[in-house]
Structure formats: C-alpha cells, structure tokens
C-alpha cells in the first residue's frame, strides 16, 4: 500500500468512534458475508456464520454468487452514511447495492417451510421500481392495490430465477425516489450471468441459505468490495 492510500484508511477509521458490535447494535445472531474482488467485477464470494458463545462462528464458506451487471455501489442501508462516499446506487444502474442491509423474508413459487416469513408469489405479484408510484420498491398484488406505475418487475418468472429467494431491505422505511428498489438473493442463470441489482447463486446454495436463515435471530447481509470488508472489519467487528 502507498503511503497516500495508507493515510486515507487511516483517517477512515480513526472518523469512526469506537468499534461496533453488529451482534449487539442489531440484535442478529445471523450474518450473511457477500464480497467481490473490486466495485466493478460480477463474480463474488458469499460466507455465512452464526453467532454463539461471544464470536462469529462459520457455516457455509466460499459459495460462489454473481451480483449486478455493473458491480456494486453503496446504498442506503443501516450501515453508517459516511460510508456512502463515491459510487452510489441509483435505480437501474445495474449495481448491487453495498453496505449493511437485514434479511426480511422469503418468497417463491410455491409455499416454503422455513423459519422465515415467506410470500407465495404469482402471475399478479410486482415489484414497483417507477419512483413516481406510491407504491416504489414495494411488492403488491395487481388484484388488490390500484395500479399507479408504469414500470414493474413481475415476481412470476418464466425461468426459475424467483423460484426462491430472499427479500433485502435496501432502501426502506421510507424508500428514496430514484435511489434503487427491488433487491433480492435468488438463483442464478449462471455462473457468468450477472443481475440487474440482485445476489444470486446455485439453487442448492439458495436452499441452504433458506434453511439457515431464521427470523428470531435477525439475519444481516453484509455486501461490499473486498478491500472496503477488510475496513469494515475494524469498525463493526466482523468475522
């Protein structure tokens, strides 16, 4: 590392008090570790752990994952905002959002025993991307809410690619306009295929991922860069 680059992770580190506990600050006992070897690339590496007796205890290690078409950016999550410097998403960026973001819930084709919520998604389930509707980054049913967008992304795939996954809450609780909206972990169409914002991996991985994850114990996703991970380490006291 140049001395230039060494004092700027200094400073970035030292602008934080003193470390937090991602354990203790969110109450998660489950966290879910996604990174890539630069902002730009799509290919990645997904690590779970479990937390018991005080530390981060590994359970699923090195899953391959494929992100957005255009890498990662940061976005709007619980981590803190003076993380969110340079690349920043914006809806239909083709970014993966990073930072720090909780795992909600399930949905799928068919019914899924879990210890998740989870939602049966059909014919009639969007996902609202249009900025204008009052209904941005949130899934509704066509039958039941009256339509006020012009851009949607149908849950019910032709593919399999929603056939499981997990919601992440990116930029909620209020969604800001033009910010990025509809991001999941579900299966991939390949190991080179990228998405449109999204985690994916295999859908054995998914259903491993499905079974570990329980809602009584707050599951985090921690998505960043490799080398931003290794900043973050010494500020959120991760594994």
């Given amino acids: 590392m140049n001395p230039i680059s060494f004092i700027s992770s ?4 030292f602008s934080f008090s003193q470390p937090e506990d991602l354990h203790t600050k969110f109450k998660s006992s489950q966290l879910i570790v ?9 290919e990645g590496k997904m690590n779970v752990y479990e937390y018991n007796s005080g530390v981060w205890k590994s359970v699923l290690k090195d899953i391959p994952i494929v992100i957005g078409r255009s890498g990662m950016a940061w976005g709007k999550g619980l ?14 960026d083709g970014n993966s959002p990073a930072g720090i973001f909780y795992l909600s819930g399930l949905f799928g084709y ?5 210890k998740m919520n989870s939602m049966k998604v059909d014919k009639q389930t969007f996902c609202v991307d249009d900025s204008k509707s009052a209904y941005y980054n949130q899934i509704v049913k066509t039958d039941t809410v009256k339509k006020d967008w012009t851009s949607a992304e149908t849950m019910r795939m032709k593919s399999d690619v929603y056939k499981y996954g997990i919601f992440v809450d990116y930029n909620v609780k209020p969604a800001i306009p033009e910010m990025g909206s509809c991001i999941f972990m579900h299966i991939w169409s390949g190991s080179t295929s990228p998405t449109a914002g999204c985690t994916a991996m295999k859908e054995t991985d998914m259903l491993k991922l ?7 114990k707050n599951p985090l996703l921690v998505q960043v860069p490799r080398a931003e991970y290794d900043k973050m380490k010494r500020i959120y006291k991760l594994p």
């Fill in 79 to 92: 981590h803190s905002s003076e993380l969110n410097k340079g690349r920043l998403k914006k809806e239909g």
């Fill in 34 to 42: 996604v990174t890539s070897d630069s902002w730009n690339k799509i």
């Fill in 210 to 216: 499905i079974d570990f994850l329980d809602k009584k």
């Fill in 10 to 13: 200094l400073l970035f580190i």
């Fill in 110 to 114: 068919d019914d899924i025993s879990s």
